[in-house]
Every structure is written in structure tokens, then in C-alpha cells.
């Protein structure tokens, strides 16, 4: 699966958007874009993924560009409890194992 | 519903002990997976079971450790002879099928003195 580049951390002030940016400039066709987080002491937690659309869910949404060698992640009005390790992951529909990497440490400041 | 469980959530155990990790997973759910994530790492994969079956154990990181799901379920992950690097939090998640999302449990912290 592809690798992914993450910046290793970001601010945001609380009730502003945050955007979390994730480079995958090999990705292949069939490889979809897997957000997770990661809250302190506390599994990891599924967000969003797409394949090439745009997604939009209660948590989040996922913009994919067009050549889809990027993407990022939007927290449209983030709070304190966002504050988190967000990781970026490339995992085709025939692969298993997540490939985690060192993530986005976000910071939500008030 | 019910998430994905792991008990015991904390476990400390001396060198050279035997340990076993258990996992319920989301049910229906036949895909089941195990991760290890050591201290200011994001999670690495150990073990992937389809079934009842271990369809990849390539992440095991050697002959010490061991996993069964005898019934397509409940999943326990076993750890021999432990040593002081076996400290990490141990996760567990699933997923409806191969290739789907998976789910993650709360993990479990062990301590090796």
C-alpha cells in the first residue's frame, strides 16, 4: 500500500475548521484514503474514507484532489475534545494491514 | 451496539512470565486483527484472521507470541517467556469482511518488570 506523508503536528483554535493535510503521491486506483485518530490512552477511531469522491460524514469530511495524490481532512468546527493523533492511511480492498505511521498531532487550544 | 472489547485493560507482569491477551470483536464481524503500538509510535500490525483461521502472522514479531480464534470470535493473543520489550499497549479491532473498516478496541497496556 501506499505511503503516506503527514505534517508531525498543527494547531487550531477552538471553533475554527481544521484542515489536516496527507501526501500519497503513489496511491494506486484501488487504494482508498482510511482517516483515523487517536485520542490519549485510547484506540484508534475511525473517521472517514473515500476512493475518489469527496466524503462527508457527521465527523468530518474527506476532500480527495483529482489526481488524488493528496487529500485532506477538514474538522469543520473543532473543539477540545479533537485534540488528537490523526493518521492518514492508503490501504487498497484487498489489503489488512493498517499502516499507521507517525501521524498528525492536533492541538485544539481555546 | 457493543464495540469491540479487550480485557484486562492493564496488565503487569514480571520477566519471563506467560500472558494472554483476550479480544471480542464487533459481532458478525469475521475479520479480526491485532496491533501493537509502543510508546510514541503510532500501532503496528502483528496478525490478521479471517475466521477462525490466521490468514497473515507476518507482524508477529517472533516464536514467543501467539494468537488462536478458535470459534471465528473471541480472539487471545499469547506472550511467552515476556521480556521488558514486550511493554506496549496490545489493540485489537475488526471489520465486517477483509477489506473493510475496521473497529478498534480500548487496547491493552502491558507492563513487563
Known amino acids: 500500500d501506499a505511503k503516506t506523508t503527514q505534517p508531525p503536528s498543527m494547531d487550531c483554535a477552538e471553533g475554527r475548521a481544521a484542515n489536516l493535510p496527507c501526501n500519497h503521491s503513489t496511491i494506486s486506483g484501488n487504494e482508498y484514503v482510511y482517516w483515523y485518530r487517536q485520542i490519549h490512552s485510547q484506540g484508534p477511531q475511525y473517521i472517514i474514507h473515500g476512493l475518489k469522491n469527496n466524503e462527508t460524514n457527521e465527523m468530518a469530511s474527506l476532500i480527495i484532489t483529482e489526481d488524488r495524490k493528496s487529500s485532506t481532512l477538514i474538522l469543520p468546527h473543532a473543539t477540545l475534545r479533537d485534540t488528537a493523533v490523526y493518521y492518514c492511511?492508503?490501504?487498497?480492498?484487498?489489503?489488512?494491514?493498517?499502516?499507521f505511521g507517525k501521524g498528525t498531532s492536533l492541538l485544539v487550544t481555546p | 451496539g457493543a464495540g469491540v472489547s479487550q480485557t484486562p485493560s492493564n496488565k503487569v507482569t514480571e520477566k519471563g512470565k506467560y500472558v494472554e491477551l483476550r479480544c471480542d470483536p464487533i459481532s458478525g464481524h469475521t475479520a479480526l486483527y491485532w496491533y501493537r503500538q509502543s510508546l510514541g509510535q503510532g500501532p503496528e500490525f502483528l496478525i490478521y484472521?479471517?475466521?477462525?483461521?490466521?490468514?497473515?502472522d507476518s507482524g508477529l514479531p517472533n516464536d514467543r507470541f501467539f494468537a488462536v480464534r478458535p470459534e471465528g470470535s473471541v480472539s487471545t493473543l499469547k506472550i511467552q517467556r515476556t521480556e521488558r520489550g514486550d511493554s506496549a499497549v496490545y489493540l485489537c479491532a475488526s471489520s465486517l469482511n477483509m477489506g473493510e473498516t475496521q473497529y478498534f478496541g480500548p487496547g491493552t497496556r502491558l507492563l513487563v518488570l
Open positions: 492511511i492508503a490501504l487498497s480492498n484487498s489489503g489488512y494491514a493498517l499502516n
Open positions: 484472521f479471517q475466521g477462525t483461521g490466521a490468514a497473515d
